[in-house]
T-cell receptor
Framework: AQKVTQAQTEISVVEKEDVTLDCVYETRDTTYYLFWYKQPPSGELVFLIRRNSFDEQNEISGRYSWNFQKSTSSFNFTITASQVVDSAVYFCALSEGGYQGGKLIFGQGTELSVKP | ETGVTQSPTHLIKTRGQQVTLRCSSQSGHNTVSWYQQALGQGPQFIFQYYREEENGRGNFPPRFSGLQFPNYSSELNVNALELDDSALYLC???????????????FGPGTRLTVL
């Protein structure tokens, strides 16, 4: 069965600290896709990144970086030098290939609070 | 490029009533998916439509139904509302067929439904 686990429910940091959000997934498929979304208080889910199962290269985008490790079924997200505007709920999600592969399976989310 | 829009923003209904939520997909996106997000939870997949046909369905009863129209708009209908239907309903559009799982889903701001 497919499942996404975000064990950290809430994280609180002070501005400029680095913070890592953990994501562990379960799937039996060899082809799958992993996503991170940000949900600010306004409610809209904002797409951050997509990774496919064949690409284990880490990715960096400004202050954001992602570490994908198939060996541990993890897809962790690090924010470097956090800012107050990073405060939001972050969701990790899994999508499988093939029929009915279009649905996203979300974790419970991690609420990040960045204090000035 | 116009993003995904949803209406209304908020809605209050009483138990047993019926509700229709609307979504306008991003231009050129053939696939629309609907999710229910209860407070403090990750979004749960309701169903997906591709070219006006249901393309996949999550674990939701038949009283949740949808329509997709040729002009990239879609509707989510919920009959016989229950208290547990209170949630944020999110619509997401994607450019491909949806079932491949490869496409990124772009979300609208959601409709907050309260059932009293």
């Amino acid at each position: 069965a497919q499942k996404v686990t975000q064990a950290q429910t809430e994280i609180s940091v002070v501005e400029k600290e680095d913070v890592t959000l953990d994501c562990v997934y379960e799937t039996r498929d060899t082809t799958y896709y992993l996503f991170w979304y940000k949900q600010p208080p306004s409610g809209e889910l904002v797409f951050l990144i997509r990774r496919n199962s064949f690409d284990e290269q880490n990715e960096i985008s400004g202050r954001y970086s992602w570490n994908f490790q198939k060996s541990t079924s993890s897809f962790n997200f690090t924010i470097t030098a956090s800012q107050v505007v990073d405060s939001a709920v972050y969701f990790c999600a899994l999508s499988e290939g093939g029929y009915q592969g279009g649905k996203l399976i979300f974790g419970q989310g991690t609420e990040l609070s960045v204090k000035p | 490029e116009t993003g995904v829009t949803q209406s209304p923003t908020h809605l209050i209904k009483t138990r047993g009533q019926q509700v229709t939520l609307r979504c306008s997909s991003q231009s050129g996106h053939n696939t629309v998916s609907w999710y229910q997000q209860a407070l403090g939870q990750g979004p749960q997949f309701i169903f997906q439509y591709y070219r006006e046909e249901e393309n996949g369905r999550g674990n939701f009863p038949p009283r949740f139904s949808g329509l997709q129209f040729p002009n990239y708009s879609s509707e989510l209908n919920v009959n016989a509302l229950e208290l547990d239907d209170s949630a944020l309903y999110l619509c997401a559009s994607s450019p491909g067929q949806g079932t491949s799982g490869t496409d990124t889903q772009y979300f609208g701001p959601g409709t907050r439904l309260t059932v009293l």
